[in-house]
T-cell receptor, first 113, second 111 residues
Framework: DSGVTQTPKHLITATGQRVTLRCSPRSGDLSVYWYQQSLDQGLQFLIQYYNGEERAKGNILERFSAQQFPDLHSELNLSSLELGDSALYFC????????????FGPGTRLLVL | GQQVMQIPQYQHVQEGEDFTTYCNSSTTLSNIQWYKQRPGGHPVFLIQLVKSGEVKKQKRLTFQFGEAKKNSSLHITATQTTDVGTYFCAGPASGTYKYIFGTGTRLKVLA
């Protein structure tokens, strides 16, 4: 158990819908990262927040947005969902801003029908 | 944009054989990390290398960071069935906070 929690574990929804994925980092970690992993694919970095502020952006679509709240939990919002958005979404956390070990949560498996 | 490639993409070995995966970045990495993802699981941190030419060992695993800090390797001696999974390298490009993960090498160990 990495100490990072993600909810829900599984999500099934339809195209065009909007979903919110939630992540609670390890106690004491200030950075939260979001990754997308499609079937048999690598990890695509989406976005990083540090202490409530966006610090790095990767290949995140405009339909996706994220935020980190004062209690340091984070949410990833996915809207106007398409079939291709079906994937495993991981959240990871680390103590600091950069060059830190990342601890991954169990992931949320999203299926868009 | 920056790319981190790993070879091979897949490797099947007999239990007891050695295994090596190679990681190549198109740009210099300030450090490199290795993660292991078991089937159905999440990535788990293995090790971080920071210095040029650094070599670190963890039991049967040997990690190396290239002199130019653009490549790295992970070698497993005498593989066991517990080594099954996908091995990823990752690192932030120098001067950025963005983490780039390699394409991964999926290892299957046949008993």
């Amino acid at each position: 158990d990495s100490g990072v929690t993600q909810t829900p574990k599984h999500l099934i929804t339809a195209t065009g819908q909007r979903v919110t994925l939630r992540c609670s980092p390890r106690s004491g970690d200030l950075s939260v990262y979001w990754y997308q992993q499609s079937l048999d694919q690598g990890l695509q970095f989406l976005i990083q927040y540090y202490n409530g502020e966006e610090r790095a952006k990767g290949n995140i679509l405009e339909r996706f947005s994220a935020q980190q709240f004062p209690d340091l939990h984070s949410e990833l919002n996915l809207s106007s969902l398409e079939l291709g958005d079906s994937a495993l979404y991981f959240c990871a956390s680390s103590v600091g801003l950069t060059q830190e070990t990342q601890y991954f949560g169990p992931g949320t498996r999203l299926l868009v029908l | 944009g920056q790319q981190v490639m790993q070879i091979p993409q897949y490797q099947h070995v007999q239990e007891g054989e050695d295994f090596t995966t190679y990681c190549n970045s198109s740009t210099t990495l300030s450090n490199i990390q290795w993660y292991k993802q078991r089937p159905g699981g999440h990535p788990v941190f293995l090790i971080q290398l920071v210095k040029s030419g650094e070599v670190k060992k963890q039991k049967r695993l040997t990690f190396q960071f290239g002199e130019a800090k653009k490549n790295s390797s992970l070698h497993i001696t005498a593989t066991q069935t517990t080594d099954v999974g996908t091995y990823f390298c990752a690192g932030p490009a120098s001067g950025t906070y963005k983490y780039i993960f390699g394409t991964g090498t999926r290892l299957k160990v046949l008993a």
